[in-house]
């Protein structure tokens, strides 16, 4: 009996070990953060905010969402107005893979694997030298199955957002709806 015991206390802690071992393998992305620059914890809850737009490229399709604040600037008329973003304004574009839906009676593309997260947020204190505004990219790695943090921080960055400092920085409009 003595035995018996011995072997159900020892594959309970062999359970238990491969458990502890899976949990840790899933990565925390709110730990993440770009070389100098944003972290993926200054964007909890991202997956919440509301629609700006979509887009599309030849391989992928992609999700622009806005913080509240930014939302609501968007509605005062921002920046088609000629005003600035508002201190903490934050959006994400989603970006995947796309993939064309075997389901559809009509042809349409759809999101297939995830391609990269990247963050925009004005904090004129921390970000002087950019005019208020951060980048941030994350690329996702579909063999690990994890986020890493792009080494140049944004593909496009400021240098790219400086062909639209007409409009605070921002490509995306905030389109009729």
Not at 113 to 134: Q, V, Y
Request: charged content about 25%; hydrophobic content about 40%.
């Amino acid at each position: 009996m003595k035995g018996k015991n011995i072997m159900v206390v020892a594959f309970i802690a062999v359970v238990f070990a491969i458990v502890g071992i899976v949990a840790s393998a899933e990565q925390d992305k709110y730990t993440l953060q770009v070389p100098n620059g944003l972290a993926f914890s200054e964007f909890r809850g991202y997956d919440t905010w509301q629609t700006v737009a979509v887009s599309e490229t030849e391989s992928s399709v992609k999700a622009i969402l806005a913080n509240p604040a930014m939302i609501e600037a968007y509605r005062e008329g921002i920046p088609d107005n000629g005003k600035p973003f508002p201190e903490g304004s934050k959006t994400v574009k989603i970006e995947w893979i796309k993939k064309k839906n075997p389901e559809s009676p009509y042809f349409v593309e759809v999101p297939d694997t995830l391609k990269s997260l990247s963050f925009i947020e004005k904090d004129s204190k921390r970000f002087p030298n950019t005019h208020g505004w951060a980048f941030a990219q994350f690329v996702y790695d579909g063999g690990s199955k994890t986020l890493k943090p792009s080494v140049t921080g944004f593909e496009c960055g400021y240098a790219c957002h400086t062909k639209v400092a007409s409009k605070d920085y921002i490509f995306t409009a905030y389109p009729f709806r």
